[in-house]
């Protein structure tokens, strides 16, 4: 991770930080193993929602480190990286810094299915075009998330709070600790 998405000057250390490996099901119907970096204060947590996740079939496309965040680079179109930890600030809908860290910066932020699951400004539009065909809430795809299923219960039994419950700004991808 260093000089990819850690390095001096985050704001957490590496040693505060862990390496999760695990299985989980695929989008092809195959199973898959992927690592995400996660604050080592809810490691065992975050691996009960992802076993959780695999025992109830949920399918995610791919899990994998994020890549590391670049101000003003593009935005990734057609990927769907469930991840978690990235030295990066937390961001404002036009996609500008805000100026305090992202609690993806700690560790303690995942986003699941980004694609299937976007990020949704008041104004309904998406930062991914592609995502445009998961706008309706209503479908039931492979990937998607919904109130009340087995995603949000899992993440709701360990304290963490989902982005689909926002008024307002709705950033269905994104489960956090302190909710933001």
């Not at 299923?149 to 600790?177: C, P, Q």
Request: charged residues 20%.
């Amino acid at each position: 991770m260093t000089g990819r998405t850690w390095e001096p000057g985050c704001p957490i250390g590496l040693e505060d930080l862990r390496l999760l490996r695990f299985n989980y099901l695929g989008m092809d119907g195959e199973i898959h193993r992927g690592p995400m970096v996660v604050n080592a204060s809810v490691a065992e947590d975050v691996l009960g929602v992802f076993a959780r996740l695999f025992d109830a079939g949920f399918q995610l496309k791919h899990v994998a480190l994020a890549h590391r965040w670049r101000p003003n680079g593009p935005i990734e179109t057609t990927r769907s990286v469930t991840a978690s930890f990235n030295c990066r600030p937390a961001l404002n809908p036009d996609l500008t810094p805000t100026g305090t860290w992202s609690e993806h910066a700690y560790g303690l932020a995942i986003d699941v299915n980004p694609l299937q699951n976007p990020y949704v400004a008041v104004d309904g539009s998406v930062r991914r075009p592609a995502a445009q065909a998961y706008l309706d809430r209503s479908q039931q795809l492979p990937g998607m998330i919904h109130p009340g299923d087995v995603v949000v219960r899992s993440f709701a039994e360990i304290g963490w709070e989902w982005g689909g419950n926002w008024s307002g700004t709705k950033d269905y991808m994104h489960f956090s600790l302190r909710g933001r």
